[in-house]
């Protein structure tokens, strides 16, 4: 095919892109973790979960304040700034060696993600998503369960249960490749 030839094809990739690539969703795509996951952290990028913050916006009288710290709950606090989750965030980011924590969605795809090659930063995007999820469940357990966790090490603890379900997801010949990253995250337990 030749430039400027017409073909289904052609006409198929004209309608469906709209010249803007969301590079982050593209690796959240491919990524292997579970739909609901995937869908969840699009919501997380987008600021789509129902944090108190997004409640308020509908007309919701609760509190807008985060039940663990008493700051305003957004999708970013509960991700990337509560207590619980900086917790988690330091604890990644010492155990894979890597720079800095993630402040928000955006740092966490352009300063941690972006300059890895495609494989590794999938797999990092991976782990990335049951942290996530692993805040998001702890925060609906404390919200509505009155269920806190006994200490912060229990969210790692959580963490390493949803990545170790999720192995069956990866492919064959990316299973050495996850089985180093699952085991720099559990060394960091056993010290």
């Given amino acids: 095919m030749g430039a400027g030839n017409y073909t289904t094809r052609s006409l ?7 010249g803007v690539r969301d590079e982050p969703m593209i690796d959240l795509w491919g990524c292997k973790v579970p739909v609901k996951v995937q869908i969840f952290v699009w919501m997380v990028f987008h600021d789509r979960i129902q944090a108190t913050a997004q409640l308020k916006k509908r007309k919701w009288r609760g509190s807008d304040k985060c039940k663990l710290c008493d700051h305003l709950e957004t999708t970013s606090h509960i991700i990337f700034q509560c207590s619980i989750a900086l917790f988690l965030w330091i604890y990644i980011k010492e155990n894979l060696n890597l720079t800095t924590n ?3 969605c955006d740092s966490m795809y352009q300063d941690l993600l972006s300059a890895l090659p495609a494989k590794k930063r999938k797999m990092f995007f991976a782990i990335f998503a049951g942290a ?10 404390f ?11 229990a969210a790692v603890y959580k963490l390493l249960a949803n990545l170790k379900n999720w192995k069956i997801l990866t492919r064959e010949e990316d299973q050495p490749t996850w089985k180093e990253f699952m085991a720099k995250l559990e060394a960091g337990v056993q010290r």
């Fill in 12 to 18: 198929y990739r004209e309608m469906t892109f709209g």
């Fill in 102 to 104: 993630p402040l928000d």
């Fill in 132 to 141: 996530m999820w692993t805040l998001w469940k702890i925060r609906n357990d």
């Fill in 143 to 153: 919200v509505f369960n009155d269920k806190l966790l006994a200490a912060p090490e």
